[in-house]
T-cell receptor
Framework: TQLLEQSPQFLSIQEGENLTVYCNSS?????LQWYRQEPGEGPVLLVT?????EVKKLKRLTFQFGDARKDSSLHITAAQTGDTGLYLC??????????FGKGTRLHILP | DTGVSQNPRHKITKRGQNVTFRCDPI?????LYWYRQTLGQGPEFLTY????????KSRLLSDRFSAERPKGSFSTLEIQRTEQGDSAMYLC??????????????FGPGTRLLVL
């Protein structure tokens, strides 16, 4: 069974601090997506990474896909209270089936 | 708004009743997925359609669950004889088969089901 392990499961930090969350698997994915989900809402796509070693930036968020396409990281610089939410990574297999991690619940304190 | 839509957003029902949820995907997407999400967990795959064909069903999808996509556009998910354990958020997502293997799925807002 393919698994995506996300760490940490929970993270609570002060506004203005930097943080990194990780998504790891023993399997290779054709692409990997990061989503953010707020309570009572569906996941909202943040980014798709496709190429091993790829780095994408979305304002204060930096996403990296591992060289072997088995892992990914999300780094947030100068976190804001609006960044609070559940961050999900999802790996796409070649047949386009998506495997989800359990998520990292991020809470930014004012 | 051309995103994925789901109705209803919330449903409260009594144990034993049947419920039906609807999903309207992004119009140019031919793949449609149903997931279930419980508190503190990531989405769990239930089933998916390519056009009108149901190509895969999870073992999570008991015989009380049925999904249809008769014309390859909107889909319905029906749960018969609901149980309290069915209480969850039901998410629908869509994607394009021709996305070049990227597999990016776009989610609707979900239907939150509470079975009393």
């Amino acid at each position: 069974t393919q698994l995506l392990e996300q760490s940490p499961q929970f993270l609570s930090i002060q506004e203005g601090e930097n943080l990194t969350v990780y998504c790891n698997s023993s399997s290779v994915f054709s692409s990997l997506q990061w989503y953010r989900q707020e309570p009572g809402e569906g996941p909202v796509l943040l980014v798709t990474v496709v190429t091993g070693g790829e780095v994408k930036k979305l304002k204060r968020l930096t996403f990296q896909f591992g060289d072997a396409r088995k892992d990914s990281s999300l780094h947030i610089t100068a976190a804001q209270t609006g960044d609070t939410g559940l961050y999900l990574c999802a790996g796409a297999r070649r047949d386009d089936k998506i495997i989800f991690g359990k998520g990292t619940r991020l809470h930014i304190l004012p | 708004d051309t995103g994925v839509s789901q109705n209803p957003r919330h449903k409260i029902t009594k144990r034993g009743q049947n419920v039906t949820f609807r999903c309207d995907p992004i119009s140019e997407h031919n793949r449609l997925y149903w997931y279930r999400q419980t508190l503190g967990q990531g989405p769990e795959f239930l089933t998916y359609f390519q056009n009108e064909a149901q190509l895969e069903k999870s073992r999570l999808l008991s015989d009380r669950f049925s999904a249809e996509r008769p014309k390859g556009s909107f889909s319905t998910l029906e749960i018969q004889r609901t149980e309290q354990g069915d209480s969850a958020m039901y998410l629908c997502a869509s994607s394009s088969q021709w996305s070049g293997g990227r597999g990016t799925q776009y989610f609707g807002p979900g239907t939150r089901l509470l079975v009393l």
